[in-house]
């Protein structure tokens, strides 16, 4: 796909947008998979924190290419040598954060409003990188803030500490990495970790976004597949009435045969058996996305991009092509996925959601 036809398909998806918001529910203010960098402000420049001496380049668009990308070179490499790699490339992602970096992404994208999701290691707190998050983007509301709770914390505090960091940072949703994090679903003591989160999630009433597939970068080697659908399966979902979020499909870092035969019907499965469960569409390449689109009701569907980690405008174009190319109505999905779905999910309250509704019968072609 040309530089051409990108414009073109962004211009029709601002054109079914109109003037309805479109959110994305899965961004990461900091890289996740390493220790958070520290950031400071650029002088001259409003919104953009700086971790090094590189120079701030705003993001432009460029060709598509919607088959699976040409694998990195550094799988190759031996273990120690691949995660340095990976570490210097995310760095170097992660250079600049700030509400620059984010509104420049979100202008090509289309993008109103972001939720974004701290993760934390296992050894880690998170007051510091949540006190960091408020000074970088706390004074601009395209900003909503997900919280991850921290291992140091117990069972019994969790409801506690998650009203507290409500209060104190406005905290939209819950965030769960169990690859980074290191909750193991597939044993006794992670499953009671969810379980305990899950029942802050009722008694606070904030919604989960739970990291869905494999974590092939991730420093524990041993955490890599803690995410996997086979673990999350086992959890009862249904001890939060809120909404839960299985981030990537579930299928983050599967291929696609892996995906068709082994975890698309896991997913069916278990949201055919809690009716609160959801998912995005983060992290994908095209393929496994559009078998999600034909597979899975709008309805139940939530647009996110995993940005930095991925293009917001890419991942958007690519949901575009995966809605025209699998849906009969997919102007009206996109509307669901990017705006409708997500402003239910962060409660925007029934007036807006309402207009949402109403909005949907009168998607205006592209």
């Known amino acids: 796909m040309d530089f051409q036809d990108v414009r073109e398909i962004l211009a029709s998806v601002m054109k079914v947008k109109g003037q309805q918001p479109f959110y994305d529910i899965h961004a990461h203010p900091f890289e996740v998979m390493f220790d958070p960098r520290q950031y400071q402000p650029l002088p001259g420049r409003t919104g953009l924190f700086s971790a090094g001496s590189s120079s701030y380049v705003p993001p432009q668009l460029t060709p598509l290419n919607l088959r699976h990308s040409v694998p990195d070179r550094a799988i190759n490499l031996d273990e120690r040598l691949r995660a340095k790699a990976c570490q210097l490339k995310l760095r170097g992602i992660y250079s600049h954060t700030g509400p620059k970096v984010f509104a420049?992404?979100?202008?090509?994208?289309?993008?109103?409003?972001?939720?974004?999701?701290?993760?934390?290691?296992?050894?880690?707190?998170?007051?510091?990188?949540?006190?960091?998050?408020?000074?970088?983007?706390?004074?601009?509301?395209?900003?909503?803030?997900?919280?991850?709770?921290?291992?140091?914390?117990?069972?019994?505090?969790?409801?506690?500490?998650?009203?507290?960091?409500?209060?104190?940072?406005?905290?939209?949703?819950?965030?769960?990495?169990?690859?980074?994090?290191?909750?193991?679903?597939?044993?006794?003591?992670?499953?009671?970790?969810?379980?305990?989160?899950?029942?802050?999630?009722?008694?606070?009433?904030?919604?989960?976004?739970?990291?869905?597939?494999?974590?092939?970068?991730?420093?524990?080697?041993?955490?890599?597949?803690?995410?996997?659908?086979?673990?999350?399966?086992?959890?009862?979902?249904?001890?939060?009435?809120?909404?839960?979020?299985?981030?990537?499909?579930g299928c983050y870092g599967h291929t696609t045969s892996e995906a068709q035969e082994k975890i698309i019907p896991f997913l069916i499965e278990m949201l055919d058996r809690h009716d609160n469960l959801y998912i995005d569409l983060s992290g994908l390449v095209f393929e496994v996305l559009c078998l999600l689109l034909m597979q899975i009701a709008p309805q139940r569907i939530l647009f996110g991009s995993d940005a930095l980690y991925e293009s917001q405008w890419a991942t958007l174009a690519k949901l575009w092509c995966g809605l025209r190319q699998s849906r009969r109505n997919p102007e009206e999905d996109l509307f669901r996925i990017a705006g409708m779905n997500p402003a239910k999910l962060l409660a925007q309250g029934p007036s807006v959601t309402g207009a949402i509704e109403n909005q949907v019968e009168s998607v205006p072609e592209p």
């Not at 899950?198 to 991730?218: F, K, M, R, Y």
């Open 104 to 249: 420049d992404r979100m202008a090509l994208s289309g993008i109103d409003k972001v939720l974004l999701l701290p993760v934390v290691g296992p050894d880690k707190g998170a007051d510091n990188q949540m006190q960091t998050m408020c000074e970088i983007f706390g004074n601009d509301d395209r900003f909503l803030f997900g919280y991850c709770l921290p291992n140091g914390i117990s069972n019994g505090d969790c409801v506690a500490e998650v009203r507290r960091v409500r209060a104190k940072f406005s905290v939209r949703a819950l965030k769960v990495h169990p690859s980074v994090t290191g909750i193991n679903p597939g044993g006794r003591e992670g499953v009671e970790r969810l379980e305990w989160i899950l029942d802050a999630s009722q008694q606070t009433n904030l919604p989960v976004i739970i990291h869905g597939g494999l974590s092939p970068d991730c420093q524990n080697r041993q955490a890599v597949a803690f995410g996997k659908l086979q673990n999350l399966r086992q959890i009862d979902w249904s001890i939060t009435k809120q909404s839960v979020v299985i981030a990537h499909g």
